[in-house]
């Protein structure tokens, strides 16, 4: 079974600076992803970033970016230049390639941006 | 930009009643999930769908849950006898092959 980790429940940033929000995880698969997805207030879930773990280099969205360590099995997105439109519970998530494509969900992280 | 969309955004119901929550998948995706956040937790897997089947259910989705794909556009999740604890954020999600996952903006069910 897969399990995803994420450890800090809350973290706050000042607009304009950069901010690392962290995800381990448990897994015996060699080939799977790995997402981040963003909730707003509003509720909605949107995709954020994706890595595929065959890939070494790590994946790279306008202000969002991955450190990937698969060895390490760490999975950790870089927000640089925050905005407060950032502001929004953070969710990490891995699925197996294959047949059985569930998300498992870290229990997610509240970003808050601070004028 | 294609979008799944779910209604009620809002459905109340009392405790003992049926259900059913709706979904309109991204027109070109063969792959549709149903997922529930219970307020302040994780988002949880209840149920892929792929070719008018279920190919996985969590232990979640018991006897009383029930999934189908009445036409070529509509997704549904329907709860036969609904309990509090059933009160939560319902998620559907569709994906063109097995990923991304693109999500609806949720129904949040309210149980009485």
């Known amino acids: 079974a897969q399990t995803v980790t994420q450890s800090q429940p809350e973290m706050s940033v000042q607009e304009a600076e950069t901010v690392t929000l962290s995800c381990t995880y448990d897994?015996?698969?060699?080939?799977?992803?790995l997402f981040w997805y963003k909730q707003p207030p509003s509720r909605q879930m949107i995709l954020v970033i994706r890595?595929?773990?065959?890939?070494?280099q790590n994946a790279t969205e306008n202000r969002f970016s991955v450190n990937f360590q698969k060895a390490a099995k760490s999975f950790s997105l870089k927000i640089s230049d925050s905005q407060l439109g950032d502001t929004a519970m953070y969710f990490c998530?891995?699925?197996?390639?294959?047949?059985?494509?569930?998300?498992?969900f870290g229990k997610g992280i509240t970003l808050s941006v601070r004028p | 930009e294609p979008e799944v969309t779910q209604t009620p955004s809002h459905q109340v119901t009392q405790m003992g009643q049926e259900v059913i929550l709706r979904c309109v998948p991204i027109?070109?995706?063969?792959?549709f999930y149903w997922y529930r956040q219970i307020l302040g937790q994780k988002v949880e897997f209840l149920v892929s769908?792929?070719?008018?089947?279920?190919?996985?259910k969590s232990e979640i989705f018991d006897d009383q849950f029930s999934v189908e794909r009445p036409d070529g556009s509509n997704f549904t999740l329907k709860i036969r006898s609904t309990k509090l604890e059933d009160s939560a954020m319902y998620f559907c999600?569709?994906?063109?092959?097995?990923?991304?996952?693109?999500f609806g903006d949720g129904t949040r069910l309210s149980i009485l």
């Open positions: 999600a569709s994906s063109e092959a097995r990923q991304p996952q693109h």
């Open positions: 897994t015996s698969e060699n080939n799977y992803y």
């Open positions: 890595q595929e773990a065959y890939k070494q």
């Open positions: 998530a891995f699925t197996a390639t294959g047949a059985n494509s569930k998300l498992t």
């Open positions: 027109s070109n995706h063969l792959y």
């Open positions: 769908f792929y070719n008018n089947e279920i190919s996985e």
